[in-house]
């Protein structure tokens, strides 16, 4: 399997570090949080800098896998508000990080950003069309880009707009762009989902619906850290053939970054070995 760590594990270390950190630990890539990078997000980057930041990871051995958490910087960012400024810079923001994420050499942008996707008070359904359009658009600029673009479903508890995969598909259909679709993330599906994480990706993996999945536990730790039993959710993608990225992505590190990115890693290399040899 390809593992990613999501790199805001380690936000504080240049990029560098964090590339030869992961590579040693076992990991095949990093998942990068753009804000991560700077402040300004990807206006402030130039083609230089992102060649920069491609060859120095690339050369520690593991690759850019992909962007999540993509509209923290630059700040003010939301799919559903009406003002027509913070509309066109989110639209401006959100195409450019798909080429930014091209020019990385990633695969997809995964959409969570909970707090730049509030619904208002009133009339919800008009801030749900403006994401629509947003949702569109940043389709239409991933197909150009031969990237993926997907929406993740979250927990209630983070937000009341996409909190299921019937959510997020409701969203793919009405988009339609091929390279539009969604994934799932193991903390919050375990707390919204009725069905189980194995049953949702014989669902939704051969359809195409899901195609990145982050292991995190809904303790919001590393895998092996809490409740979650990932062994069926690995033997489930190892039946299924998934050749996508798995993203760790724990939220509280326990007792830090570097040793919830070690435990994490050999919990999942542990569990891979031990589905594999019920094969």
């Known amino acids: 399997m390809k593992i990613s760590l999501c790199n805001e594990v380690i936000r504080d270390w240049e990029i560098g570090r964090q590339a030869g950190f992961a590579a040693a630990l076992g990991y095949d890539g990093l998942e990068i949080a753009p804000f991560t990078l700077n402040d300004g997000g ?8 992102l060649d920069k930041i491609r060859s120095t990871v690339e050369a520690e051995g593991v690759a850019i896998s992909g962007l999540h958490w993509l509209l923290i910087a630059p700040e003010g960012l939301s ?18 990080l798909v080429e930014m994420c091209a020019a990385l050499g990633g695969s997809y942008l995964i959409h969570g950003s909970p707090a730049q996707r509030v619904l208002p008070e ?10 629509l359009d947003h949702f569109r658009a940043a389709g239409q600029a991933a197909n150009k880009a031969k990237v993926h673009y997907l929406l993740e479903p979250l927990s209630r508890a983070q937000t009341a707009f996409v909190n299921t ?16 679709s969604a994934m799932i993330d193991c903390c919050s599906a375990a707390q919204t989902e009725t069905a ?7 669902q939704h993996l051969p359809s195409g619906l899901i195609r990145h999945v982050h292991f995190n536990d809904p303790n919001k730790r590393s895998p092996g850290q809490g409740d979650l039993n990932f062994f069926p959710i690995v033997q489930r993608l190892l ?29 999942i290399r542990a569990l891979e070995q031990a589905a594999q040899a019920e094969h």
């Open 79 to 96: 799919v559903t508000s009406a003002d027509p400024a913070i509309a066109q810079r989110t639209r401006d923001t959100m195409e450019a």
């Open 165 to 180: 995969l019937e959510d997020a598909a409701a969203i793919v259909g009405d988009v339609n762009q091929p390279n539009f």
């Open 42 to 49: 990807p206006a402030a980057l130039d083609a230089a800098d």
């Open 122 to 131: 009133t009339d919800a359904d008009a801030a749900k069309a403006r994401a």
């Open 239 to 267: 039946d299924l053939n998934y050749d996508g990225w798995i993203g760790v992505e724990p939220f509280d590190y326990v007792p830090d970054g570097p040793a919830s990115a070690a435990r994490a890693i050999g919990t």
């Open 196 to 202: 189980s994480i194995p049953d949702l990706l014989s």
